[in-house]
Nanobody, 115 residues
Framework: VQVVESGGGLVQPGGSLRLSCAAS????????MGWYRQAPGKERELVAR????????DYADSVKGRFSISRELRKNTIYLQMNSLKPEDTAVYLC?????????WGQGTQVTVSS
């Protein structure tokens, strides 16, 4: 099982970024996947999660209305569209999947929101 993130970077407040997470090694359509983030000195927190059927989606309250998670089955990829970014969104963003009683994480991608 492998998940690999991409798409982070430096953006000004109010800007947008789209993160991608390419997955392999498991049946992509059968498992929920999620985006987490971790800022320096803070605990890792769930940002958004999409269930295996694609119909159930959860967001952290802090990103509702600004972030959107989606997936593309033919590419085994999930996305996180982030709009109206704020400085407090600065963090390492990590892709996650739980397969056969084990957690798998990507290496993370840095998102920095600053003027």
């Amino acid at each position: 099982v492998q998940v690999v993130e991409s798409g982070g970077g430096l953006v000004q407040p109010g800007g947008s970024l789209r993160l991608s997470c390419a997955a392999s090694g498991f049946t992509f359509s059968a498992y929920a996947m999620g985006w987490y983030r971790q800022a320096p000195g803070k605990e890792r927190e769930l940002v958004a999660r999409i269930r295996f059927n694609g119909g159930n989606i959860d967001y952290a309250d802090s990103v509702k209305g600004r972030f959107s998670i989606s997936r593309e089955l033919r590419k085994n990829t999930i996305y996180l569209q982030m709009n109206s970014l704020k400085p407090e969104d600065t963090a390492v963003y990590l892709c996650h999947v739980h397969v056969l009683q084990r957690d798998y994480w990507g290496q993370g991608t840095q998102v920095t929101v600053s003027s």
